[in-house]
């Protein structure tokens, strides 16, 4: 139905950027929108941003609100997160998900998952 694998991810020192992609393939009636999670060792999955892909309506975490950019090309079937200002606390697996609520925030209101991606801030 939906296949999302997510790339971009390393590590960069704190105050640095990095970008993670990640490229949708399937149906696009079953992700209207997407979105990134992250999820460090024994914490919750984070809500990062969410994004539509119809006129690119975008919805932030208050963690990461002025420095993290959600955006999409449609062309491409592509998703990025542009993270600046990177700080020690972003340190985890970044993940996309796809799925039909309209700027959703739980992670039970998306359907499908990448494979996640390393995101490392060292201080």
């Known amino acids: 139905q939906v296949q999302l694998v997510e790339s971009g991810g390393g590590l960069v020192q704190a105050g640095g950027s990095l970008r993670l992609s990640c490229a949708a393939s399937?149906?696009?009636?079953?992700?209207?929108?997407m979105g990134w999670f992250r999820q460090a060792p024994g914490k919750e999955r984070e809500f990062v941003a969410t994004?539509?892909?119809?006129?690119?309506?975008?919805y932030y975490g208050d963690s990461v609100k002025g420095r993290f950019t959600i955006s999409r090309d449609n062309a491409k079937n592509t998703v990025y997160l542009q993270m600046n200002s990177l700080k020690p606390e972003d340190t985890a697996v970044y993940y996309c998900?796809?799925?039909?609520?309209?700027?959703?925030?739980?992670?039970?209101?998306?359907?499908?998952w990448g494979q996640g991606t390393q995101v490392t801030v060292s201080s």
């Open positions: 998900a796809a799925g039909s609520a309209y700027l959703a925030v739980a992670p039970r209101e998306y359907n499908y």
């Open positions: 399937g149906r696009t009636f079953n992700r209207y929108v």
């Open positions: 994004i539509t892909w119809s006129i690119g309506s975008t």
